[in-house]
Nanobody, 123 residues
């Protein structure tokens, strides 16, 4: 069974940066695409970014392109989301997710979810 544990959330001022990390265990990490999602209060959970198993391909939702970068370290079984130029509208609970299919992540249907970490951006 895959387990995902996020870390790195917190409170930051608009324009600032945060780096989220996701620790993966339970299966062969490089076989899984790693995704990030977020859910703001009163809104549905939305796709943010995904990186393929070998790190060759990445995809982002339009609202974060140029500001967020997804990455992974297959030697440490970790994925990360570097968030720069943060805006108040980025405030949400951020979730790490894993799937053997990049497309399932992009379709909001990954196989495994982390517990989430809160990101709050003040104006």
């Amino acid at each position: 069974q895959v387990q995902l544990v996020e870390s790195g959330g917190g409170l930051v001022q608009a324009g600032g940066s945060l780096r989220l990390s996701c620790a993966f265990s339970g299966r062969t990490f490089s076989n899984y695409a790693m995704g990030w999602f977020r859910q703001a209060p009163g809104k549905e959970r939305e796709f943010v970014a995904v990186i393929s198993g070998r790190g060759i391909s990445t995809y982002y939702t339009d609202s974060v392109k140029g500001r967020f970068t997804v990455s992974r370290d297959n030697t440490k079984n970790t994925a990360a989301l570097q968030m720069n130029s943060l805006k108040p509208e980025d405030t949400a609970v951020y979730y790490c997710a894993a799937s053997t299919s990049v497309q399932r992540v992009r379709d909001n249907s990954p196989d495994y979810w982390g517990q989430g970490t809160q990101v709050t951006v003040s104006s």
